[in-house]
């Protein structure tokens, strides 16, 4: 069974500018999820998706991020205009539904940095 | 205050030693407990979770949730120098939230 697969592996850009990630779950997993991973921290939620409806976005800085999951399989996040503080992993995760016996498996992760 | 507290370490153990972790957290609503251990560049992954207190052991692993103290541990056995990683504890009540993590590096 294929991984989740995330890309771009790695991306540095220019504060102000704008960045794009994509993930794709595990085939058919209902549920996918965007992490941010600070250095030194553990993965905060960004967004969770269900299907392609928005569970929980709470901790989504919606002035500078959003994401989409058209069609309920694949996703991207994008960050426009990039601030140094967003340096970080960025991580994406899927489940076959949501709640706390669902296993979340994550992809390799993209990491950026923001010069 | 973190909802969720780990010491990020590092550790450093000889091969064959007991490794001990653990973290303590402060919402009571907290209802599943698991650690996940990420290699250097690498997505987390799940090595075990326990739903109520008490113990559940996973060959050289061993997880322990304690919910009177609001402290969870993870024991890994005759540790390998394959286990060196980083060890994130994750509680869920509606989402997951993680601790910083703990390296660990287990010498030969």
């Known amino acids: 069974e294929a991984g989740v697969a995330q890309s771009p592996r790695y991306k540095i850009i220019e504060k102000r500018q704008s960045v794009a990630f994509w993930c794709n779950p595990i085939?058919?997993?209902?549920?996918l999820y965007w992490y941010q991973q600070i250095l030194g921290q553990g993965p905060k939620l960004l967004i969770q998706?269900?299907?392609?409806?928005?569970?929980?976005d709470s901790q989504l800085p919606k002035d500078r991020f959003s994401a989409e999951r058209l069609k309920g399989v694949d996703s991207t996040l994008k960050i426009q205009p990039a601030k140094l503080e967003d340096s970080a992993v960025y991580l994406c995760?899927?489940?076959?539904?949501?709640?706390?016996?669902?296993?979340?498996?994550f992809g390799p992760g993209t990491r950026l940095l923001v010069l | 205050q973190k909802e969720v507290e780990q010491d990020p370490g590092p550790l450093s153990v000889p091969e064959g030693a007991i490794v001990s972790l653990n973290c303590t957290y402060s919402n009571s609503a907290f209802q599943y407990f698991m650690w996940y251990r990420q290699y250097s560049r690498k997505g987390p992954e799940l090595l075990m979770y326990t739903y109520s207190s008490g113990n559940k052991e996973d060959g050289r692993f061993t997880a322990q949730v304690d919910k009177s103290s609001k402290y969870i541990s993870l024991f890994i056995r005759d540790s390998q120098p394959s286990d060196s990683a980083t060890y994130l504890c994750a509680m869920e009540d509606y989402k997951l939230s993680f601790g910083a993590g703990t390296t660990v590096t287990v010498r030969a």
């Open positions: 085939s058919g997993h209902a549920t």
């Open positions: 998706f269900q299907n392609n409806g928005v569970v929980d």
């Open positions: 995760a899927s489940s076959e539904l949501a709640g706390g016996a669902e296993t979340q498996y």
